[in-house]
């Protein structure tokens, strides 16, 4: 298998185990665990629970197989922006990983100090601007399809969060209800938009290697 080939198939593989396993674990878990509408998705990480397991480790392989994805859009960058937006990718598959590595409570069995919330603000507030600049930089190479579609997506980010913290303020009795919506769409828009790059991809691995 060419390196190119294995960055194409772990670009397709990742969101599908990432978001495999948040689907998978919200239907798994209690209502004790996870509901939508008065948990966050990083509940189900939770020491103790039936989605522990799938939750924690659903993340850290997925992530895990961005890298090679990273390392294969980093190696067909044409300019800066491109490059600068493939380094915010990895340090966004980097939080990813983070959550599920360092997931809610880990301070009870390791390290003092909680990297928890500081994994999910990685993920959170680099994602979208790595897909921005990414996009941008595809947009100055001529690529005006794929780079649109990457801003774009980089844009429901914004928007779900946006969305969310109006509802909070006007109509919301707690103020974390509904909170794993947005990161719900934050998951999907990140996944969806790895998984189209890739696609992008494809046709070119499939010149490369002849078959």
Wanted: glycine share 14%.
């Amino acid at each position: 298998m060419t390196d190119e080939r294995l960055a194409t198939r772990c670009g397709l593989l990742a969101p599908v185990v990432t978001l495999g396993a948040i689907v998978l674990a919200t239907v798994l878990a209690t209502p004790e665990t996870f509901t939508w509408h008065a948990r966050s998705l990083s509940d189900m990480g939770r020491v103790g629970t039936r989605t522990f397991w799938l939750f924690n480790g659903g993340l850290i392989v997925g992530g895990l197989l961005g890298v090679p994805f990273v390392w294969g859009l980093w190696s067909t960058a044409r300019n800066g922006l491109e490059r600068v937006g493939v380094a915010l990718v990895g340090i966004a598959l980097a939080g990813i990983v983070g959550v599920g590595v360092f997931f809610l409570g880990h301070t009870d069995y390791y390290l003092e100090t909680g990297l928890h919330f500081v994994a999910a603000i990685t993920f959170f507030g680099v994602a979208p601007i790595a897909q921005w600049l990414y996009g941008t930089g595809l947009l100055l190479a001529g690529d005006v399809r794929l780079g649109g579609l990457s801003f774009w997506l980089g844009n429901v980010h914004a928007a779900g969060w946006f969305g969310w913290l109006l509802y909070r303020d006007a109509v919301a009795a707690d103020p974390w209800e509904l909170f794993a919506v947005p990161e719900f769409v934050a998951a999907v828009a990140f996944g969806l938009w790895i998984a189209l790059v890739t696609w992008s991809q494809l046709d070119g691995v499939s010149d490369s290697t002849g078959r």
